[in-house]
């Protein structure tokens, strides 16, 4: 079965309780434009979770681009296994969240961040992101 079928019956990795084909797959493997900051966010957590670095680095801002590495977003994705997310506020342009995930050496851990996206060209990106 090809990996796309396999997340259609699966929950969205976002925790929203969808299922990934009508939640953030819309974005992912659909080519919608998330319609919020909140869906964005939502959508990049779900690509870590995929494994997805072609979307992380065409959702972040053109202007924070040259500050990423294709290869370095799919090492962190691939060497952590992501647990789940939690958003614990957002506006119309941020996101504060924690997200949960196993590491290398399959040791919890917690991302905690107060990201900032900006809407241009019909899209939402994510510009940067505040961490403790």
Request: aromatic share 18%.
């Given at each position: 079965m090809e990996k796309s079928r396999l997340m259609?019956?699966?929950?969205?990795?976002?925790?929203?309780?969808?299922?990934?084909?009508?939640?953030?797959?819309?974005?992912l493997e659909?080519?919608?434009k998330a319609p919020t900051a909140l869906a964005l966010m939502r959508s990049r957590y779900s690509a870590y979770a995929t494994h997805n670095a072609d979307y992380l680095l065409e959702t972040t801002a053109v202007s924070e681009r040259k500050y990423y590495s294709k290869a370095e977003i799919l090492k962190w994705a691939t060497s952590n296994s992501w647990q789940k997310l939690e958003i614990l506020s957002h506006s119309e342009n941020t996101?504060?969240?924690?997200?949960?995930f196993l590491d290398a050496d399959h040791k919890p851990q917690i991302h905690y961040e107060f990201s900032t996206f900006k809407f241009e060209n019909n899209a939402w990106y994510y510009l940067d992101g505040k961490f403790e």
């Open positions: 259609e019956s699966k929950n969205c990795f976002c925790d929203t309780g969808l299922r990934f084909e009508d939640c953030c797959g819309l974005y659909n080519n919608q996101v504060e969240f924690k997200a949960y």
